[in-house]
């Protein structure tokens, strides 16, 4: 099944790189947000980087044009009615997931296949939602979207073939290495990634050690392009505490409880670079 038109729900950190990476390839994307301040929000910080790497002939300016051209912001979910892929990237949360997947499977024609980025719930509980379990699969894409190698495909037990088979094609056309993981909380990457930045969080709290000191050490002793606190940062302190929630419930295991420093973090709003505050400060 040959994959032309996407939808994107979800315009944040990871929706915007979503959309980004499907049109630079050639691909019509829907995005679809809240609110259309959001949405173009996402889509000037897109193009303000573009233009960067433009100058830094990194990239040609038809990336560029390819991205203006054809991501297409949108209130409305019906307008995705005749997509072949919709991605959703929304918050971490399995009711607000599950009703967005339930709306989709109403709207889009049988064959579109709804595909999640979340980073740790489990994708047969979203499948769940539908009508047409064979036809949702995990799609974890990594941040920054564009630049990240891998594409983690989450395979549920009712995913079909045809369904992963179409997510491995997507994965090597926006050249990107496609890694199949079992449908369990956290996925591969995110219970090893995610257990580490957590521990370095409960360093920090328990006085092992300053913000400052436990980055230093994990990029010098482990060759770590950043440390786990600033990766905490960039990930957004909101996603880990929801990633640590969903693998503390799904494994039952007290090694996953999230670190209460992570929690009141939250609650405070600090919740790293997209709030210009988490354990470092931004611009
Ligand atoms: P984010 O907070 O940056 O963006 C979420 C977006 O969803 C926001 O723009 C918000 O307005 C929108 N939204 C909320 N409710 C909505 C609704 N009902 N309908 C439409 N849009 C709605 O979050 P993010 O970091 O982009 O994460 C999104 C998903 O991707 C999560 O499931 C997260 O676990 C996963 N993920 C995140 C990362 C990361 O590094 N941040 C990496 C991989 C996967």
Redesign the pocket.
């Known amino acids: 099944m040959s994959i032309n038109t996407i939808g994107v729900?979800?315009?944040?950190?990871?929706?915007g790189g979503i959309a980004q990476v499907c049109a630079s390839i050639g691909r019509k994307v829907y995005l679809?947000?809240?609110?259309i301040g959001?949405i173009q929000k996402?889509l000037d910080t897109i193009i303000k980087s573009l233009d960067k790497q433009i100058a830094r002939r990194r990239i040609d300016a038809q990336v560029k044009e390819a991205v203006s051209s054809n991501i297409i912001p949108t209130l409305d979910m019906n307008v995705m009615a005749d997509c072949d892929l919709i991605i959703e990237?929304?918050?971490?949360k399995l009711e607000?997931k599950q009703s967005?997947f339930g709306k989709l499977d109403k709207i889009c024609k049988p064959e579109t296949i709804l595909a999640?980025?979340?980073?740790?719930l489990p994708i047969v509980q979203i499948a769940t939602a539908t009508n047409r379990p064979d036809r949702v699969v995990g799609a974890?894409?990594?941040?920054p979207v564009p630049s990240m190698k891998s594409l983690e495909i989450i395979r549920a037990l009712p995913t079909s073939d045809e369904t992963y088979n179409a997510i491995y094609q997507l994965a090597l056309d926006l050249n990107k290495v496609p890694v199949c993981s079992a449908d369990v909380p956290g996925f591969i990457s995110n219970r090893v990634l995610e257990i580490m930045v957590n521990e370095a969080i409960c360093c920090v709290y328990e006085g092992v050690g300053t913000i400052e000191d436990v980055d230093k050490l994990m990029t010098m002793c482990a060759n770590f392009p950043m440390g786990p606190l600033t990766l905490a940062d960039?990930?957004?302190l909101?996603?880990v505490l929801?990633?640590m929630e969903v693998m503390y419930k799904g494994y039952g295991d007290p090694k996953y409880r999230p670190c209460p420093l992570l929690r009141q973090y939250v609650d405070a709003g600090w919740l790293g670079r997209?709030t210009g505050r988490g354990f470092f400060v931004y611009d």
Do not use: C, P, W
Not at 32 to 35: A, K, R
Not at 89 to 92: D, P
């Open positions: 729900i979800g315009s944040g950190l990871m929706g679809y947000d809240l609110e959001i996402r990237a929304v918050a971490e607000l967005i999640s980025n979340t980073s740790s974890h894409f990594s941040q960039f990930i957004g909101d996603t929801h990633i997209k």
